[in-house]
């Protein structure tokens, strides 16, 4: 069990340096709002209400992607759950960043640039080779604590994750804590009734150790997205191919096939796969087939009507509903019909339910689905993965005031 510092114990007025993660979706070059900022912000204006001066420091995307952007819209979106103005500056610690650093005032929220856009801060080492880095070295002496608040990156040993708290004065943030101790709560708990994951999204690095190690805890896991296609494959479908540019499936075949066809073989009777899935036709319209009609060359972007019904009958007999990863590309309507039909068979259901991915948790406001009609809604995607299957988190031990 970790014991955190929680940011009562800071004395009012302090230069603080915190670390969130605001990673968010950006869709046609704009960076989407989602409930990450709306979390993060109730940390800070209760530091605010305690006259700290604030540094903001966070990533977004991963170098080499599309959304490997800067964190200029972060701080609008930022300032506007906040009510309260948020500066930016386009640096993170060079001379620029130093100096508006230099400027901070008590009340004052800067954001400083995309952490990963500093050479450092990525890839994954020990926490004392992370405190070694220059990024570590500069901004350390600038800061009286360090707040760590990014649950949802705390699975990376990344430098602003552990090399700040390995040798600064540390605290945790109150999204570090609630989070932390829901999600705790939810691995240790045990239900009186079967307990089912929806488990979707596009990455089979997550969903397989999910399968293999949670094989105590789930009874049944309704399989969607693009891990469900993979999982279609390993079974003989033809689904879950890379078609035009989409790359996706492929790579994630050719390193993960052998596990795919393990799980697959190993927990078949608690795996449900689709027997349908939707696609856009020619004239952009959505339309659905049998999962044995299907030809390598259709990209699908849903899993089909029967597929969603059976999944909502599903949960509706759950005691208790994990859902990690979306069924389909729910941020086009057309294709929202499997994740809205099974999210709202949860909402409805008599049951203990924990709705999360950072991207598939945005479904959940964006189809007006109550917040309330879920026992937690984290913000959390590999970090959630990495607890509920027992994994230790870098940044959470790295918090650890017993360390
Ligand atoms: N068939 C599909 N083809 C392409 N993308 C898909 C498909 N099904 C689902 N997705 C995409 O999966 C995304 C959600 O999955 P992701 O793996 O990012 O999981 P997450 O758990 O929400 O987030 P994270 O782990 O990043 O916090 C959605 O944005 C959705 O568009
Ligand atoms: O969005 C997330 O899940 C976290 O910010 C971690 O992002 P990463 O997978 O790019 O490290």
Redesign the pocket.
């Known amino acids: 069990m970790t014991t955190f510092r929680p940011i009562d114990n800071l004395d009012p007025g302090q230069r603080l340096l915190v670390r969130i993660d605001v990673?968010a979706?950006v869709e046609d070059g704009t960076v989407q709002d989602s409930r990450r900022f709306a979390r993060h912000a109730e940390t800070i204006r209760e530091l605010l209400a305690n006259d700290h001066a604030i540094a903001v420091l966070a990533h977004q995307g991963r170098p080499g992607e599309d959304t490997f952007v800067s964190l200029a819209e972060h701080a609008e979106l930022l300032a506007d759950h906040l009510d309260h103005p948020v500066a930016f500056v386009s640096d993170t610690c060079g001379e620029d960043a130093l100096s508006a650093i230099d400027d901070l005032e008590p009340g004052d929220v800067l954001c400083l640039e995309n952490v990963r856009m500093r050479d450092g801060e990525l890839p994954e080492e020990e926490p004392a080779t992370k405190a070694e880095t220059d990024l570590v070295r500069t901004l350390a002496p600038e800061f009286d604590a360090y707040v760590g608040d990014a649950y949802?990156a705390a699975h990376r040993s990344h430098a602003s994750i552990v090399g700040f708290p390995h040798v600064m004065d540390a605290y945790a943030g109150r999204v570090m804590e609630q989070e932390y101790t829901a999600i705790t709560a939810i691995r240790d708990r045990s239900f009186d009734g079967p307990v089912t994951m929806v488990l979707?999204?596009?990455?089979a690095e997550?969903a397989i150790p999910i399968v293999e190690q949670l094989d105590d805890t789930v009874d049944r896991f309704c399989l969607?997205?693009?891990?469900?296609?993979l999982f279609l494959r390993a079974d003989g479908y033809a689904v879950g191919y890379d078609v035009a540019d989409?790359s996706?499936f492929d790579h994630q075949w050719d390193n993960h096939r052998d596990d795919l066809e393990r799980s697959l073989e190993a927990y078949r009777d608690r795996l449900y796969l689709p027997t349908d899935?939707a696609f856009e036709d020619d004239d952009g319209e959505r339309v659905e087939v049998a999962v044995e009609g299907t030809t390598k060359e259709r990209?699908?972007?849903?899993v089909g009507t029967e597929t969603a019904n059976r999944y909502a009958d599903i949960v509706v007999n759950s005691a208790a509903v994990f859902v990690?990863?979306?069924?389909?590309?729910?941020?086009?309507e057309r294709?929202a019909d499997g994740?809205v039909t099974v999210l709202a068979a949860i909402a409805e259901a008599d049951c203990f339910s924990v709705v999360?991915?950072?991207?598939?948790?945005?479904?959940v406001e964006r189809y007006d689905l109550d917040e309330g009609d879920f026992s937690r809604i984290t913000?959390?995607?590999?970090a959630?993965?990495r607890a509920l299957t027992g994994d230790p988190l870098v940044g959470v031990d790295e918090l650890d005031s017993e360390n």
């Open positions: 990673n979706a949802s979707g999204g596009t990455k997550d969607g997205g693009v891990v469900g296609e989409s996706l899935l990209p699908f972007l849903d990690k990863g979306s069924l389909g590309v729910f941020e086009d294709f994740t999360g991915g950072g991207d598939t948790a945005r479904a913000i959390a995607g590999g959630y993965v």
